[in-house]
Antibody, heavy 120, light 109 residues
């Protein structure tokens, strides 16, 4: 059973960088598939942030691309999200997930999500 | 960017009734559309992918249909645990990205 678990600070100051890690168990990232980050502001809908392949190939939401970096550490079986220059609008529950197909597309396995609040 | 519009925003029904949720794309997405269910405090759960394929473990009362720009999620007979928010999602190739609809809240009448 594939399991994902997000971790990182729950509070980030405006203009700073949000950093989260997703630890994967039950599956080796180096075996394949794309892995992604999705966020959900309180009481609102879902927004895809970006996805990464085990090789390190990435693609990002154009609306966030200038501020987002996603990286993978196959030795630790985890991948990470960095979002720079955060504002209150970046306050959200952040989910990590694995795509259904090795080429991407839909999200089949999800972490429980972690709330990140941007506030001074 | 392809925009997904879901309707209605809120659907009020009783257990045992049939639910029909709609998702319309701003341009054709062929059959590359998924549906998710999200309950309060939980992560979304994949229900349907490629418009009509049920994900593993999803009850047969959930079905998806449609292609091109118009898609439907049908719940044939509502169970108490089906009351939740439902999202549709698609992938576009240029730019390569994923978008979600704004959601339909299915509430108990």
């Amino acid at each position: 059973q594939v399991q994902l678990q997000e971790s990182g600070p729950g509070l980030v100051k405006p203009s700073e960088t949000l950093s989260l890690t997703c630890a994967v168990s039950g599956y080796s990232i180096s075996s394949g598939y794309y892995w992604g980050w999705i966020r959900q502001p309180p009481g609102k809908g879902l927004e895809w942030i970006g996805s990464i392949y085990h090789s390190g190939s990435t693609y990002y939401n154009p609306s966030l691309k200038s501020r987002v970096t996603i990286s993978v550490d196959t030795s630790k079986n985890q991948f990470s999200l960095k979002l720079s220059s955060v504002t209150a609008a970046d306050t959200a529950v952040y989910y990590c997930a694995r795509h259904l197909y090795s080429s991407g597309w839909y999200f089949i396995y999800w972490g429980q999500g972690t709330l990140v609040t941007v506030s001074s | 960017e392809i925009v997904l519009t879901q309707s209605p925003a809120t659907l009020s029904l009783s257990p045992g009734e049939r639910a029909t949720l709609s998702c319309r794309a701003s341009q054709s997405v062929s059959s590359y559309l998924a549906w998710y269910q999200q309950k309060p405090g939980q992560a979304p759960r994949l229900l349907i992918y490629d418009a009509s394929n049920r994900a593993t473990g999803i009850p047969a009362r959930f079905s998806g249909s449609g292609s091109g720009t118009d898609f439907t999620l049908t719940i044939s007979s509502l169970e108490p645990e089906d009351f939740a928010v439902y999202y549709c999602q698609q992938r576009s190739n240029w730019p390569r990205m994923y978008t979600f609809g704004q959601g339909t809240k299915l509430e108990i009448k």
